[in-house]
Each structure stands twice: as structure tokens, then as C-alpha cells.
């Protein structure tokens, strides 16, 4: 994998995302247009992401988005 | 707030996760995309409702992930497998739908054009469909991803003029974890895009039915005008904020101004051009 695909993967496997909403900024402008500052997806449900983590154990995928690009 | 223009209710998908991204996660592991994808399947599975989505991305990763488990028993096992260990099994009940495509075929385009308050007659409209959402077309079957008509219609439902261009059906260069991969060589494809439609005579604006194909082309206009010294200067909507503009809705109400590319510029939509006095203004 290259570098910024790594990137990309271990994000999801962090946040459960692979844009988070990782900037108050957003949680603001999701504000200014009348929906809850946080989504009701991963950003608020940290199981969500352990079960993830728990599929990339499983299937190797997090050893996969750790070594080093060929 | 189109869709409940539409009366069609929205859930919110309590825990879903990534898609996963079909670029990044399909190209590298099978299993583990699949598995990721059905996790977020089994969510609305166990909520009895279909899933739709406003991205192609997203799409391609649910809608193909759905498929294939329901076609490919040893994959369905091996997801299984992994769907096992945090309690959880794909039992392939659901439906997974496009926007683009449930507007078109649950609400249908005399119930989206009864809605139109605010036409956009004296607005030229490219558009740009993407990939993912219509192909494989032998498989998909959701429209002819060489000829679409889908996406057109429910854009003129809108009331805006379609101005067609040679490199319409082109990637916009950001898909397949080209642009995490290579900014540029995205950027590329992008450029050929806004040039191919300035041959074709411009518009005031180019439609898509992707959130990361609008990133690509709308934060891509300032990327281009870095790497390539080279200005564009095209509104970018999301085919469900040119249904809210049509609608009647003030442009404040689903950020059409908080747009990449308006932040970065510190610019604004061409409120004019987009046949608006302001963000509120009714058109002229």
C-alpha cells in the first residue's frame, strides 16, 4: 500500500470514518444549518469503531495497513 | 429537506461507519471491505428499512458489497466469519438505493416538479454523474451508464437548461483513491473536464450526485488554479441542493456558501448567475 492509502485506512480503523469530523469547525457549520453538532454515526458511537478495529483483527487488515510500502 | 419536501423520511443510521471507501479498502483487502460494508448493512437490516445514499462512493461500496454477498456464498461466509465476532450476520433482507435514484423512482419526476417554487429556467446546468453509481452497467442495471438519462431528468426536473459536453461521462479524477494516491495526476483529469465544457460554451454551474466528485471539482478549481496557474470559476452543487434551491429554500439553509472552495477564496456563490439577488433572494 502506499503511503497515503495507509493513511486513509488506519483513519477509519481510528474514527470509524475516512473524513471524521475532526474540527470544531464542521460541528459549527452542521449547527449553523440546524442538524445536531455530532452525527449519529461513528463520531458518537465509539462501539462502532471498536467493532470495526475487532473486523480488521480479524481478517488481518490491520497488520495489512502497518507494514511497510513494497 | 427534500426529501421530506417529498414525503419521504429519512433515518439516521445509528453506529454506521465508513462505507468503507471502495478505493482504498476494495483495492487491498476483499474480505475486509465486505465485512466493513456489511456491518453497516446489517444496521439497516435490523431496522427493516433500505439504505440510500447521496454519494457514489458510499454507493458503490454498499450497493456492490450487497450484491455480491448475496451472490457469493464463500464471501458471505468469510464475512460472516468476521461479522461473528462482534455478534452481528448479513442476512441480505435490504435494498440499497441512490438518491439519485430513489428520487426518481419513489417520488418521480411530476411529484419533484409540483414542488418547483423557485424555477431555475434561465440557469445553464452541466453535469458530471461520476462513475460509480450507474456501473457495471451489466450488473447494476440502473440506467445506461453510456447514455444516462436518469441524473438529467431529475436535475431538469429543477427547471435549469442541461448544456451537454464531450467529456461529461469522464471520471472527475478523484475516485479509486487516485486523489489520496496523487492530488495532481487527479487534478489532470479535473482540468480536462472544465475545459472540455468551456469548449462546449461553459455554464453557470456543473451538477453532481457525489459528495467527493463535488469536493474534486469544487476545491479542485483552487487546486488547479495552484498546481497549473490556471482560473476556473464554476458554482459546484449536489443535485440535492439544486432540488432545495428549486424548491424554494434559502441557499443558508444547507450551506450552499460554506462550500471548499468559497471558504478558501473567501468568495461566494455566483448568487447571479445562479439566478439569485442573494442567498435569499427569490429569482428574478
Not at chain 1, 469547525?25 to 470495526?52: D, Q, Y
Not at chain 2, 423512482?105 to 461520476?130: I, Q
Not at chain 2, 460554451?201 to 469536493?215: K, N, Q, R, S, Y
Amino acid at each position: 500500500m502506499l503511503v497515503p492509502h495507509q493513511k486513509t485506512a488506519l483513519k477509519v480503523l481510528e474514527a470509524g470514518h475516512a473524513v471524521p469530523l475532526d474540527k470544531e469547525s464542521w460541528e459549527n457549520l452542521r449547527e449553523k444549518v440546524g442538524i445536531e453538532r455530532i452525527p449519529p454515526n461513528a463520531s458518537s458511537h465509539p462501539e462502532a469503531i471498536e467493532e470495526i478495529r475487532k473486523i480488521a483483527r480479524k481478517t488481518g487488515f490491520d497488520k495489512l495497513v502497518k507494514s511497510k510500502e513494497e | 429537506m427534500v426529501f421530506s419536501d417529498l414525503d419521504m423520511e429519512l433515518l439516521d443510521m445509528e453506529g454506521a461507519t465508513c462505507c468503507p471507501a471502495p478505493g482504498v479498502f476494495g483495492s487491498f483487502d476483499r474480505v475486509t471491505w465486505a465485512s466493513i460494508a456489511a456491518r453497516n448493512l446489517t444496521i439497516a437490516e435490523e431496522g427493516g428499512h433500505p439504505i440510500t445514499t447521496g454519494c457514489n462512493g458510499c454507493f458503490a461500496s454498499l450497493w456492490d458489497a450487497n450484491y455480491e454477498l448475496k451472490h457469493d456464498d464463500e464471501l458471505r461466509d468469510a464475512v460472516n466469519e468476521s461479522l461473528a465476532e462482534i455478534d452481528r450476520e448479513f442476512k441480505g433482507t435490504i435494498e440499497v438505493w441512490h438518491y439519485v435514484d430513489a428520487l426518481y423512482s419513489h417520488a418521480g419526476l411530476d411529484k419533484m416538479r409540483s414542488k418547483v417554487t423557485r424555477p431555475l429556467t434561465d440557469v445553464k446546468m452541466a453535469l458530471h454523474p461520476g462513475c460509480h453509481w450507474m456501473r457495471p452497467k451489466l450488473i447494476k442495471q440502473k440506467d445506461d451508464s453510456e447514455r444516462p438519462h436518469i441524473f438529467k431528468d431529475v436535475c431538469e426536473a429543477s427547471g435549469a437548461t442541461y448544456v451537454p459536453y464531450k467529456d461529461e461521462l469522464m471520471c472527475c479524477g478523484a475516485g479509486g483513491a487516485v486523489r489520496t494516491a496523487d492530488v495532481k495526476i487527479a487534478l489532470d483529469f479535473t482540468k480536462q473536464k472544465f475545459d472540455s465544457l468551456l469548449e462546449a460554451g461553459g455554464a453557470d454551474m456543473i451538477v453532481t450526485p457525489c459528495p467527493f466528485c463535488e469536493l474534486q471539482l469544487d476545491l479542485g478549481q483552487v487546486e488547479i488554479q495552484k498546481y497549473f496557474d490556471v482560473e476556473y470559476n464554476f458554482d459546484i452543487l449536489h443535485v440535492v441542493e439544486l432540488l432545495a434551491l428549486a424548491f424554494g429554500h434559502d441557499a443558508d439553509e444547507f450551506g450552499l456558501a460554506t462550500h471548499l472552495q468559497y471558504l478558501q477564496r473567501k468568495s461566494e456563490p455566483n448568487w447571479q448567475r445562479l439566478g439569485m439577488k442573494t442567498s435569499h433572494a427569490e429569482i428574478e
